[in-house]
Structure formats: structure tokens, C-alpha cells
């Protein structure tokens, strides 16, 4: 099984982090002690921090940025939320970009769940793009460790898209209706499951390497295969004008990814019959690869990955194909006609790292 398992590389989407704009809250939000003040001070300091790090430093400084303003930012909240004898200033609003848009073009938000929901999705996204960094420098030596890493900071980033579907975005009344498209229900849900598609095919790809049986490779595969499926139908079921401003590479991934790792479940049950000799059912499943549909993406490092993962499932067909004609003289399966349909594990073995909110820095502020 030498031919599956190289390239070492996997389909990522480069995302461009939300940026926003600097925010003073000691000045907007009067306080009496100055304990209050500090409070606010360096909530101001450690998002302000986070806004520099976004534009300048890498995705890791990003997640360790983000670790240092969340709580920060729950305590503003819990300080804040219901505080009748609380006065401000000015008014409190928050600018984010989107990824929709461009940098220099902001949406705003006057609520400071809009604020928390933003800043988990480019903790989420950092993650996500961390995992992306880690596959292009991952090789044939340092594969085993960077494997373990990615489907880390996936299966993190996962829990965290999670975390935003199901209990802030919940919480958050009276949404505006210009909000960006990561205030979104679809677009956390669409991330959850591609995260997790990524890990369950950097984890067959593990499995591979160690020999495991073809069959439960296939299952895995097809998990992931039905994952990415599902993020597609998240993010076409965002409104219509939102899933047109949508990054191309973004759709266009998504729909190579369903496309790849469903010919990877086939493949590895034409390998499975075949390792069983039957031979007719190989040539049955290799039948319905299709590639096709693939268009040929104008990043050349997406390109080239998707070339040899394409180049690694064809090898293999043509190579069972040779070997029929001057070995086996077996006629193909009738698809119809197939012991087996694509299915996934009765439990999935790559599951989310549950996101749970870190304890607020402070507690009140007067």
C-alpha cells in the first residue's frame, strides 16, 4: 500500500483573520475605584494586543493572544451585562471585518456578545490555520508528530465553533441584522464539521502508515467524506447573498474535499475486496471514482497537493486494472450490484475538544 501513502499534505483553506479597531474602555465606561480602572486598563491592553498580533504576528501568537483577552473579556461582561448603576462615557461599539469583505471595510456592534463571538472566531480560525501551517512544513520524518498536532488544534478549534452555535450565539438577543457572516449560525456549524472532515482524514492518513485494516480506513474516509458534505450544505444554507460574498477557494476547497475523500472511501474498499480476492468487487468501487469535477485551483500549493492526491487514487485504479488484465480475467461488479455501501465507524473516533469558557479575570467593576 505504498502508493496511498504519500502526499503527506492535506487540503487547507488559508483564512484571513477578522481584523478590528482599537478600543479604550477605561475611558468609555467611568469607574470610582481605581481597581475598576486597572480592571479596564488592561482589558483595553490585552485586546488591543490581540488587534496588533492579528495583523502582524503568527496564527500561534494569535491563539496565545486570544487566551489572555477572553477572560479579560468575561469579566467585562459579567461587570458589565445588568449593571443599571453603570455609566458610560460615549457609547460602547466594537468593528470587525469579515471575511467576506474586505480588510478596510468594518461591520459594528454595540453588544458585548457581538464582541465575544467575533473574538472566538479568530481563536477558532487561528486554530484552524495553525493546523494549516503545521501540514506545510509536515514531511515523511516529522509526519507521526505534526499529525498529532493538527488533529489537535482541529479538534480545538472544532469545540470552539461548537461552543459559538450552541450557547453564545443562542444568547445573543435582538441580533442585528448587518452582522458579519461569522455571526452566523451556518458558518460555525459549516467550520465544526470541516474541522473535524480534516482531522478524520489526517487520521486515516495515520492509519495507513500503520498498517491498519483497509476496511477500517474506508470508514474513516467516509466520515470525513460525509462531513465535508454536511459543511457545504452549512454554508448553502446561509442566506443567498451571503453565500455569493463567500471566498471562491472556500467553496471551491469544500467541494474538492467531498469530492477526494469520497474516492478515497471507494479506494480503500477496492482494496479491502481485494485483500479478500475479490477482485470483481475492486474493479466495482474503483469504477465510480470520478475526478472530474475538480476544477484546478489558481493557488499553486493547493494545486500541487491536489494533483498527488489525485495522482495516489488513480495509480491505484490503473494498477488493479493491469493486474486484472494479465492475472485475475475477472469482470467487473455491476455498482448496483455491490456487498457494500460507503459507511462510516458505529462511533466516530475523532471527536471535538470541548470548549469550556475560562473563569473571568474580575468580577465586578464600580
Known amino acids: 500500500m505504498n502508493q496511498v501513502e504519500k502526499p503527506l499534505k492535506f487540503l487547507f ?18 469607574t470610582q475605584t481605581p481597581q475598576s480602572s486597572t480592571h479596564l486598563s488592561q482589558t483595553s491592553l490585552s485586546r488591543n494586543e490581540l488587534i496588533i498580533i492579528i495583523e502582524k504576528s503568527s496564527f500561534q501568537s494569535v491563539i496565545t493572544a486570544c487566551e489572555k483577552y477572553i477572560p479579560d473579556l468575561y469579566g467585562l461582561m459579567i461587570s458589565v ?44 480560525l487561528a486554530h484552524y490555520n495553525r493546523a494549516s501551517e503545521i501540514n506545510d512544513c509536515s514531511n515523511d520524518s516529522n509526519f507521526d508528530e505534526n499529525a498529532k498536532l493538527m488533529v489537535n488544534h482541529l479538534k480545538i478549534a472544532a469545540g470552539i465553533f461548537n461552543f459559538i452555535t450552541s450557547v453564545e450565539l443562542p444568547r445573543w438577543m435582538n441580533l442585528p441584522e448587518d452582522r458579519p457572516t461569522e455571526c452566523r449560525q451556518g458558518f460555525s456549524l459549516a467550520m465544526y464539521e470541516l474541522c473535524l472532515s480534516t482531522a478524520l482524514s489526517i487520521t486515516a492518513r495515520k492509519a495507513v502508515k500503520q498498517s491498519t ?42 467541494s474538492d474535499i467531498i469530492i477526494i475523500e469520497y474516492s478515497k472511501t471507494l479506494m480503500f474498499m477496492a ?11 475492486a474493479l466495482g468501487y474503483f469504477y465510480q471514482v470520478n475526478f472530474s469535477k475538480i476544477k484546478k485551483p489558481s493557488n499553486t500549493k493547493i494545486s500541487t497537493i491536489l ?60
Not at 13 to 30: G, T
Not at 98 to 118: A, V
Open 271 to 281: 482494496l479491502n475486496s481485494k485483500a479478500q480476492g475479490k477482485i470483481s468487487d
Open 81 to 124: 451585562e445588568d449593571n443599571n448603576s453603570l455609566r458610560l462615557n460615549e457609547q460602547l461599539s466594537f468593528s470587525w471585518s469579515s471575511i467576506t469583505g474586505n480588510k478596510s471595510s468594518f461591520y459594528s456592534g454595540f453588544s458585548l456578545r457581538f464582541e465575544l463571538i467575533m473574538s472566538l472566531v479568530v481563536y477558532g
Open 307 to 366: 494533483n498527488s492526491i489525485v495522482n495516489d487514487v488513480t495509480l491505484e485504479q490503473q494498477a488493479l486494472s493491469r493486474e486484472n488484465e494479465v492475472i485475475y480475467f475477472e469482470k467487473r461488479t455491476d455498482v448496483n450490484s455491490l456487498p457494500e455501501k460507503p459507511s462510516p465507524m458505529p462511533k466516530s473516533i475523532v471527536n471535538m475538544v470541548t470548549y469550556s469558557p475560562p473563569l473571568p479575570s474580575f468580577m465586578s467593576i464600580n
Open 213 to 254: 485494516s483497509p476496511s477500517i480506513i474506508s470508514k474513516l474516509h467516509c466520515e470525513a467524506w460525509q462531513k465535508a458534505e454536511m459543511t457545504k450544505q452549512f454554508l448553502k444554507d446561509l442566506e443567498n447573498s451571503l453565500y455569493k460574498k463567500l471566498p471562491k477557494s472556500l467553496k471551491q476547497i469544500v
Open 13 to 30: 483553506i488559508n483564512f484571513e483573520l477578522p481584523q478590528s479597531k482599537r478600543v479604550q474602555f477605561e475611558k468609555i465606561i467611568r
